[in-house]
């Protein structure tokens, strides 16, 4: 089971990228896929969170309205379209993977997540 962290960057305030988490080795099928993040000195942080038995998502309050989370099946692969971003937002984002067949998502914070990904630096410039 591997999943491949990519997409972030360097953008000013206010701009836009889309991270990208592909899977190999299984297939969301069965799985609640989530995105976290880092920043230096802090704990990490639980920004989304997408389940695949019926597509449920959940956000952070932090990036509610700015970040939208959603699942291509066909190529394994989930994606974060981060708008409207801050500074604030500077972080190692990494996504991560939990067996997970139920209605619904497991909140970040409250399950530990199997599988993981190598980060991906995202840096907003203000």
């Known amino acids: 089971v591997q999943l491949q962290a990519s997409g972030g960057g360097l953008v000013q305030a206010g701009g836009s990228l889309r991270l990208s988490c592909a899977a190999s080795?299984?297939?969301?099928?069965?799985?609640?896929i989530g995105w976290f993040r880092q920043a230096p000195g802090k704990e990490r942080e639980g920004v989304s969170c997408i389940g695949s038995r019926d597509g449920s998502t959940y956000y952070a309050d932090s990036v509610k309205g700015r970040f939208t989370i959603s699942s291509d099946n066909a190529k394994n692969t989930v994606y974060l379209q981060m708008n409207m971003l801050e500074p604030e937002d500077t972080a190692v984002y990494y996504c991560a993977a939990l067996s997970w067949v139920w209605v619904g998502v497991p909140h970040p914070d409250s399950y530990e997540y199997d599988y993981w990904g190598q980060g991906t630096q995202v840096t907003v410039s203000s």
């Open positions: 080795g299984f297939t969301f099928d069965g799985y609640a």
